[in-house]
């Protein structure tokens, strides 16, 4: 199925205020993808999912991207059909504030990690997910380090993040200093 | 960290720690493990010693300068992390790659993954369950491949061969030859391996049955490539998503995708991923073979696309390519600057250690070694 179809479709069912924004421009638009609504993400996702026109088994990729100048964050879904081979990608814009969307750990597995993985890096909270933690870095760290305004901290519990460069370390390549 | 064993409040139950440094762990990473006696009642990854940030690096390099950071998500199947990168750029800016170099990067990405899936996951597997001899055998085949590749790009392990539109170099005169003699002595190897331990009875004994996993569990946690097939999915990027040489290869060849039938056991057993790895070996010297055979066709010279003097894409691209442990998926977001605004790299160790908290419960606590060799996990891919 091409993206326009299955855009049109979600849209039929779904209502231009929870499926829109279509990008399908052959010159531009290398993956096509459209938006969706948080609030019907998990319902969007499992007609994708159980729909035979659809049957999207197979979510590729969750990608979370901190947009500033936007004050949004977006969350890519890149989903792909083991059958029909075909994918879909879908976005959410979430408020930057306070991004929060609906697990779909309930419909995909391989969801509970991805988003761990975007919980951890970008902040994104997704509401029901069985066990959003912080998956990559410790559970104390601060900030989210793949927002774009991230200032990396000095130390973590005294280990310095920076190290000194060996050249002025070790006065390397400079004269002695004179006692 | 600190605490190796605590015993909880019941007297049955014992909290393990097993890793960071753990020799079955494949590089850096830890399990804690619930056990009832040998019994695991949950064993929860822990992931991250190795999380470097590769993504945010990426949103600081130039589109090219960004190739070399691509070998550490997968330091022992680097050549597919290059592709990977290179495809999703070449993808973003529709750059053409010249046939050769394509061909070029066939012969690399199949060199590369006989030496990931015989040279390391194979001689491990076999290794963590207790059967020492055939390890050096695989590191012994692994170490021509490393002196292969050494010769082609110059380096044993981050090979940053290939480049957006093509490839960095060209392959040496008289390699070719030397390649293919190798051939010729690996497909004797094969059979021989067989002999020493895939059809070795107390291997099978230890592997066949154990920690199955269905197709529908499969593709539910998004496993990807060789664990993938072994539970019976017939799905491989390169016959389905062809990218690059393979489709005329694959078509000449008349190649079927390898996928676990459960002849020792049942279908999406330890065995079977063992069994799918030693087929795809023998189905990369098939495809080796054809590709030498290929690039006679293409005489020596453009090995690299026509790229624009500035890269500053806008737009966003997905790429993947099927590397050693299964499809691994990069996007790049371009902004008109000269540094990508997103980057991200979607890999299939990291999916697969999502089921193992769900595929413990009841196994021995040997048969997590097990089943943590035989989905081939390399840490830094977990972690990037």
């Given at each position: 199925m091409l993206p326009k179809e299955v855009f049109e479709a979600l849209q039929a069912e779904h209502g231009p205020d929870a499926v829109f924004d279509l990008h399908d421009d052959a010159a531009k638009d290398r993956d096509p993808w459209f938006q969706v609504a948080p609030a019907a993400l998990v319902a969007v996702c499992e007609k994708l999912k159980t729909d035979p026109r659809f049957?999207?088994?197979?979510?590729?990729c969750l990608t979370g991207v901190d947009y500033p100048a936007k004050a949004q964050i977006h969350v890519v879904y890149h989903l792909w059909s083991y059958s029909l081979l075909h994918r879909v990608v879908l976005k959410v814009a979430l408020p930057r504030d306070e991004p929060k969307v609906a697990t779909l750990s309930t419909v995909w597995s391989v969801a509970n990690w991805h988003e761990r993985e975007c919980f951890d890096l970008l902040g994104v909270h997704f509401e029901g997910h069985p066990d959003l933690r912080r998956l990559l870095l410790p559970d104390d760290w601060e900030g989210y380090p793949l927002r774009k305004d991230y200032a990396e901290k000095a130390d973590y519990h005294g280990i310095p993040t920076t190290r000194p460069n060996p050249l002025d370390l070790f006065q390397i390549g400079k004269a002695p200093a004179k006692a | 960290m600190t605490e190796v064993i605590i015993a909880s409040e019941s007297d049955e139950e014992m909290r393990l720690n097993m890793g960071p440094h753990h020799p079955s762990t494949h590089g850096v990473l830890r399990f804690i493990v619930q056990t009832d006696g040998e019994i695991i009642r949950k064993a929860s990854p822990d992931v991250?010693?190795?999380?470097?940030s590769i993504e945010k690096i990426g949103e600081r390099c130039t589109y090219q300068g960004f190739m070399p950071y691509t070998d550490r998500v997968d330091y022992l199947a680097a050549m597919f992390a290059n592709e990977s990168w290179a495809m999703a750029c070449e993808k973003l800016m529709q750059i053409e790659v010249p046939k050769r170099a394509q061909l070029l990067r066939v012969i690399s990405c199949e060199l590369n993954r006989i030496a990931s899936h015989f040279g390391v996951s194979l001689g491990t597997t076999a290794m963590d369950v207790?059967?020492?001899?055939?390890f050096p055998y695989a590191l012994r085949e692994r170490e021509y491949i490393n002196d292969f590749i050494e010769e082609l790009c110059g380096a044993r392990l981050t090979y940053n061969y290939h480049r957006i539109g093509g490839v960095s170099i060209d392959m040496p005169a008289g390699w070719e030859a030397k390649v293919i003699a190798w051939l010729d002595h690996f497909e004797k190897v094969l059979p021989e391996w067989d002999r020493l331990i895939t059809f070795n009875r107390i291997f099978v004994e230890r592997m066949a049955n154990v920690a199955v996993i269905t197709g529908a569990e499969a593709v539910d946690f998004g496993l990807v490539g060789p664990n993938l097939r072994a539970s019976g999915v017939k799905w491989d990027v390169r016959w389905y998503d062809a990218y690059s040489a393979y489709p005329e290869l694959i078509r000449k060849l008349g190649l079927e995708i390898p996928v676990g039938v459960?002849?020792?056991?049942?279908?999406?057993?330890c065995w079977d991923r063992f069994w799918v790895r030693i087929e795809e070996c023998r189905q990369s010297v098939a495809l080796l073979r054809a590709a030498f055979e290929e690039i006679k066709q293409y005489p020596e010279g453009d090995i690299c696309g026509k790229l624009p003097k500035k890269l500053r894409p806008e737009g966003e691209a997905y790429a993947r390519v099927e590397s050693a442990r299964g499809d691994l998926g990069c996007y790049v977001i371009g902004a008109?600057?000269?540094?990508?605004y997103r980057v991200r790299f979607r890999t299939g160790s990291f999916n697969v250690m999502g089921i193992i908290e769900s595929k413990s419960?009841?196994?021995f606590l040997a048969d997590l070694v097990a089943l943590i060799a035989s989905i081939d996990v390399v840490a830094p891919e977990i972690d990037r």
């Open positions: 049957s999207i088994d197979y979510l590729e | 991250g010693y190795l999380h470097r207790g059967a020492v001899t055939p459960g002849q020792m056991g049942t279908v999406g057993d008109g600057k000269d540094e990508p419960p009841g196994l």
